[in-house]
């Protein structure tokens, strides 16, 4: 059975940091894709950042890109979600995502075969 572990959300004041991350069991991703989505109370669930597992490429949305930093750690069947400079529409429910092979768009909810259970990220003004 696989699944797709979260931790490291919280409370931070803007500006400030977290590591999200996000232990995967019961298979590995080596061919796929690993993905982070947000959803905030009222809004739909948004792309945030992807990595292709083999060859470590990585993918943002917009409003992050420069800020987060997507990376993933062979060994430990893990992938991190390094969020910086924190501001309050950050504030969202973030949710690992898990495909098992490369097919359609990365940025797409349904190309994702498994989802974590999510992680609460408030950021305080």
Known sequence: QVQLIE?????????????????ASGRT????VMGWFRQAPG???DFVA?????GGNTYYADSVKGRFTISRDNAKNTVYL????????????YY???ASRFKG???ARNM???WGQGTQVTVSS
Not at 8 to 23: D, E, F, H, I, M
Not at 50 to 54: D, G, T, V
């Open 7 to 23: 931790s490291g959300g919280g409370l931070v004041q803007a500006g400030g940091s977290l590591r999200l991350s996000c232990a």
């Open 82 to 93: 390094q969020m910086n400079s924190l501001k309050p529409e950050d504030t969202a429910v």
């Open 112 to 114: 994702y075969d498994y």
């Open 96 to 98: 690992c995502a898990a």
């Open 50 to 54: 992807a990595i292709i597992w083999s």
């Open 29 to 32: 991703f080596s061919s796929g």
């Open 43 to 45: 809004t739909e669930r």
């Open 105 to 107: 768009s990365l940025r």
